[in-house]
């Protein structure tokens, strides 16, 4: 709503501003956070979107840069000179600074190799460390942290740390001053807090207050490693070591929101059998969207061809008790649905690391038993319908359906729940275990339990 207030607000008389009075206009615009901005941003017209960033102070400028669309960055960044570009470039954090330089590579590698090259001349340390997140995969630890933090000898004094702090935190050398980490010849060996640092005596050393049991996260761990780190030990910040446990960075909370919900997003879409995709629904080009739809679509409508097959197999038998064809849909929904549920659960768990592929038996133990009593209520459902379907022998065509509902909720749950350790297992992604696949193959097993379970109770050859 706050976005929304501003765009009505600033929209109409927006480009009057920037011309008549710029320094009223930044005035006015400071008061709202950049997220806010960079959507108000999103609607304008490319001409006054740069007219806006060049009135803008180069540090607020940034800040509303690094949160628009990667597309809309490449314009930008294309259109103004390079001097401006880079003013503005070297006002963000390291880390903040490699994704968008990244993005820019993914859009116009030769325009982001142009503006490094700049960077290198205008301020070679922040090219430097760019290049160095750069070589980090976006998706481990290495990738996400920011080499800004607050790191000093065990032989510094409390006082001596506090005015190191108060510095840092003046110019924005840190991205967080939360955490101060005690280094010694490289190596972390001690963190102190921030609350620990102010209520300690101002003589004693940092050496003498740290904690040394330091967690920690390596530079080539996964970034879902990293975010059930932030979560368990509910810290704002992580430190990233390397393998001989060299401080290289630091990881901070709001990275890790970043990766929360672009994991989950990642989960919901395979989940759904549609392959991951990059930008927001609106921003994906159409045949982006066709191409994340159309494999797995493809693949399960081939796999109904099995279903078709079973009836084809059973034809004879649905003639026989044409009453069968009618609770094929019950039956088989019944088991999609408890599988996907299963699935669901299981997928979610690994997810939060409730659930280890390890922990298979406990969880065979536990879906039969539930499994075995949700059956049993849908079958006792089942067997009410079955019973006043009109058939000759309602009583057992009702226990056919009934039986038949029981097998197939069991096995369906099981497969939901076994499937995605097992995937796991082969370290895949558990999310390809996608509902709709578990449901395609329910259908299929079944249809075959169901055709198999009424064929035996009603003597139907």
């Known amino acids: 709503m706050r976005a929304m207030r501003l765009a009505t607000l600033m929209g109409p008389d927006l ?16 008061d709202f956070h950049p997220e806010d901005i960079a959507e108000l941003v999103e609607d304008l017209e490319l001409t006054v979107t740069l007219e806006l960033i060049a009135k803008l102070p180069d540090e607020f400028s940034a800040d509303v840069l690094e949160r628009l669309p990667s597309e809309l960055q490449t314009d930008i960044l294309e259109r103004l000179s390079r001097s ?15 994704d968008v330089v990244q993005d820019l590579r993914e859009e116009d590698a030769a325009l982001a190799e142009d503006l490094l090259q700049h ?14 997140l750069s070589a980090y995969a976006e998706d481990v630890a290495g990738g996400l942290m920011t080499t800004e933090y607050v790191a000093l000898s065990p032989e510094k004094k409390v006082w001596q740390a506090i005015e190191e702090v108060r510095r840092l935190a003046i110019e924005e ?35 003498d207050i740290m904690t040394e049991n330091v967690v920690s996260v390596r530079v080539d761990d996964d970034q879902e490693i990293v975010a059930q780190m932030v979560a368990k030990y509910d810290f704002t910040a992580l430190p990233v070591l390397d393998a001989q446990g060299n401080l290289h960075g630091l990881v901070t909370v709001d990275d890790v ?16 059998a549609v392959e991951a995709l990059e930008e927001g629904y609106l921003q994906t080009d159409l045949l982006r969207m066709f191409r994340s739809r159309v494999t797995w679509l493809s693949l399960l409508f081939v796999g109904g061809f099995l279903t078709a097959t079973v009836m084809e197999h059973y034809a004879a038998r649905l003639s026989a008790a044409i009453t ?7 039956i088989i929904s019944s088991g999609g649905n408890s599988g996907s549920q299963s699935a669901a659960l299981i997928i ?16 065979l133990g536990r879906e039969l038993v539930v499994s075995l009593a949700l059956g049993v209520v849908l079958g006792m459902l089942g067997f009410a319908r079955a019973y006043f379907a009109g058939d000759t022998d309602p009583t057992q065509l009702a226990y056919a359906v009934s ?28 999310a390809v275990s996608s509902t709709p696949f578990i449901a395609s193959l329910i259908d299929v097993v079944g249809l075959l339990i169901y055709l198999s379970v009424a064929g035996a109770v009603l003597g139907l050859a």
């Open 324 to 330: 069968l064809a009618i609770f094929v849909p019950l």
């Open 348 to 363: 979610r768990a690994l997810a939060v690391g409730d659930v280890e592929p390890g922990d298979w038996r406990r969880v």
């Open 173 to 207: 050398e840190a991205e967080t001053v939360n955490y101060i980490y005690i280094v010694f010849a490289q190596k972390l060996v001690g963190v102190v807090s921030l609350r620990e640092l102010i209520l300690t005596e101002s003589a004693q050393q940092l050496g």
């Open 119 to 132: 960077l290198e001349e205008a301020d070679p340390e922040a090219a430097e460390e760019v290049r160095e």
């Open 15 to 30: 480009e009057d501003a920037i011309r008549t009075d710029p320094s009223a206009l930044h005035d006015a615009l400071r």
């Open 403 to 430: 039986l038949s509902t029981v097998c197939v909720v069991m096995v369906g749950s099981l497969v939901g729940s076994l499937l995605p350790l097992a995937i796991q297992r082969m370290g895949l992604d558990p």
């Open 84 to 98: 401006d570009a880079v003013e503005i470039l070297s006002e963000m954090s390291p880390d903040d600074l490699t």
């Open 257 to 272: 929101v970043d990766v929360v919900i672009e994991e989950a997003t990642e989960d919901a879409h395979k989940m759904g």
